[in-house]
């Protein structure tokens, strides 16, 4: 008799505050014999923070510490290790859970697993609330309507990309702001849409903020976006 094995689930956990978990990922954190994350390296591990409370004695846990670099080799060998390990509970039977911040395939660390083992293993991704429709409830900003258009871009791209994006876009939402502040601010402020862009850091948690990106601090978190709208009420 072959032995099946386990299925791999990768679960969105949303944008921090643990209300923001779906029921189907709450039911398979709680019932899981096996729980994956990502940490940073030397750190606590933000996805294991928001699902803590649903994580029951006893579960084993394999933790994958990703250190803060711009050279991409640590980190793709800590998938590496990641994924030997979880394969080593999967070909068993065993199913593992992979918690995910966010929205597992929209920037998600869960894309690296699936990468490496869907091939071989039963894969199912549970989405989570991601941080842009996060950020726009909390700035009661609507996004998109009719046939608007919506461009999301990573605050690390460089001037050139960026400004032709902006210039194309009806909805403009800008990620990994962090220590790019400065900049963003300045290019969206030579594009005449500075009057248009709110600053969100840190949606959902106890220290979230909202302002006019005109007044926002140029130390930005990590967890911080950008939105822009034009025109006057893009929704009516």
């Known amino acids: 008799m072959t032995l099946r094995a386990g299925t791999?689930?990768?679960?969105?956990?949303?944008?921090?505050?643990?209300?923001?978990?779906?029921?189907?990922?709450?039911?398979?954190?709680?019932g899981a014999q096996v729980i994956a994350y990502p940490s940073l390296a030397g750190g606590d591990s933000f996805a294991r923070a928001i699902a803590a409370d649903l994580i029951a004695p006893g579960t084993q846990?394999?933790?994958?510490?990703?250190?803060?670099?711009?050279?991409?080799?640590?980190?793709?060998?800590a998938y590496d290790q990641g994924a030997a390990a979880i394969a080593d509970h999967l070909k068993r039977g065993t199913d593992v859970v992979a918690l995910c911040e966010g929205d597992p395939l929209f920037y998600g660390s869960f894309m690296y697993l699936h990468a490496r083992l869907s091939a071989q293993y039963p894969v199912e991704v549970v989405p989570g609330v991601t941080s842009v429709t996060a950020c726009a409830a909390l700035a009661a900003r609507p996004l998109v309507a009719r046939n608007e258009t919506i461009t999301v871009l990573p605050g690390p791209l460089d001037d050139a990309a960026l400004r032709d994006r902006m210039?194309?876009?009806d909805t403009l939402v800008v990620m990994k702001v962090g220590r790019h502040l400065p900049r963003?601010?300045?290019?969206?402020?030579?594009?005449?849409?500075?009057?248009?862009?709110?600053?969100?850091?840190?949606?959902?948690l106890p220290a979230q903020r909202v302002l006019p990106l005109a007044d926002a601090p140029d130390a930005a978190p990590y967890f911080s976006m950008i939105l822009v709208t034009r025109g006057a009420d893009p929704w009516l």
């Open 8 to 30: 791999l689930y990768g679960v969105g956990l949303g944008p921090g505050d643990p209300d923001l978990i779906t029921r189907k990922a709450a039911r398979l954190i709680e």
């Open 61 to 77: 846990e394999i933790r994958m510490d990703l250190p803060m670099t711009t050279d991409r080799a640590p980190a793709q060998a």
């Open 167 to 169: 210039r194309a876009a």
């Open 184 to 204: 963003l601010r300045a290019l969206l402020a030579a594009e005449g849409l500075l009057d248009r862009a709110i600053y969100v850091e840190r949606a959902s």
